[in-house]
């Protein structure tokens, strides 16, 4: 039996370290190959570490005036997402979480369905939508588009967080005089900190990463979003036949790292925020 508990013990690990690998040996090779030179990154047989580490790639990125002002509308466009998620979605999530009405269940099903569409199933509804409204090469419509998919996901984690709240301490709140807003502001909102944070945080990546809506609602070079900057490098090289493989590289690097940053401050809070409401006591 203790030989058989041993043998459970290093397959589990194994299959740690695997997946381990398999999730960061992309971020590694992109960190790796963003110090190699030009030549390096084509010779064969590759090396797993630069012979003569050059930071000639990160200069060029940081030099890119593309690439800054493109960071700067993603830096805008993330933010603005988040905040209206959190904004919108825990005004939702208490009204569902916390109070009892007809087609409550029903409401939360349909919340939940819309993060089952892929983008693609809802491109043509929202460019329509965005032209429409006069959005059309417009960050603010990165915003609107955003909110599909990011609004649902805050609307149901903050739910399920909100109603695990103890009834007693609104019953009190009440009892002293409060208001539904000032339930809403001054008790729930503390409480639902760690869900916040969780929800915040992964609105931010979603519309931080996003390529698609960008891609199709941006044209012109000053509203691209970072993925849309990086993947129009190649069209912007000295030479139609070269693909800036070390420039693409670093620029990976640069918008990552802050994302991997954030994620490794928050990552108890966010943890917390997703088990929320998992177990009632």
């Not at 740690?16 to 590694?28: A, K, Q, R």
């Not at 030009?38 to 064969?44: C, D, I, M, P, S």
């Not at 805050?154 to 399920?160: A, I, S």
């Not at 609104?170 to 005089?177: K, L, R, S, V």
């Amino acid at each position: 039996m203790k030989v058989r508990a041993t043998a459970k013990r290093v397959a589990f690990g194994l299959c740690v370290f695997c997946l381990l690998v398999y999730l960061v040996f992309p971020f590694g090779w992109a960190l790796v190959s963003s110090f190699k030179t030009n030549a390096e990154l084509f010779a064969t047989p590759a090396r797993f570490w630069p012979a003569h580490p050059t930071l000639e790639h990160y200069r060029h990125v940081l030099a890119n005036d593309d690439f800054l002002r493109a960071a700067l509308n993603s830096v805008f466009v993330a933010c603005s997402v988040t905040l209206v998620s959190l904004a919108i979605g825990a005004l939702s999530a208490f009204a569902l979480g916390r109070y009892r009405f007809r087609g409550r269940s029903l409401v939360l099903y349909v919340v939940l369905s819309m993060t089952l569409f892929p983008q693609i199933a809802v491109l043509g509804a929202l460019f329509q939508l965005v032209n429409a409204l006069g959005l059309y090469n417009r960050l603010p419509a990165l915003t609107l588009t955003y909110l599909v998919f990011t609004l649902p996901f805050t609307v149901w984690v903050l739910t399920g967080f909100l109603e695990a709240v103890p009834i007693e301490i609104e019953e009190a709140a009440i009892m002293d005089g409060a208001s539904p807003l000032q339930l809403f502001a001054k008790i729930m909102l503390p409480l639902a900190a760690p869900g916040m944070v969780t929800t915040g945080l992964l609105s931010f990546i979603a519309a931080w990463n996003e390529l698609l809506f960008a891609l199709s609602f941006m044209q012109t070079p000053d509203k691209r979003t970072v993925t849309y900057a990086i993947l129009s490098f190649s069209a912007t090289t000295s030479s139609a036949f070269e693909v800036p493989w070390g420039q693409m590289m670093a620029a990976s690097v640069l918008v990552t790292t802050p994302l991997v940053v954030l994620a490794l401050i928050f990552q108890r809070r966010i943890i917390a925020g997703l088990t929320a409401g998992a177990v009632k006591g």
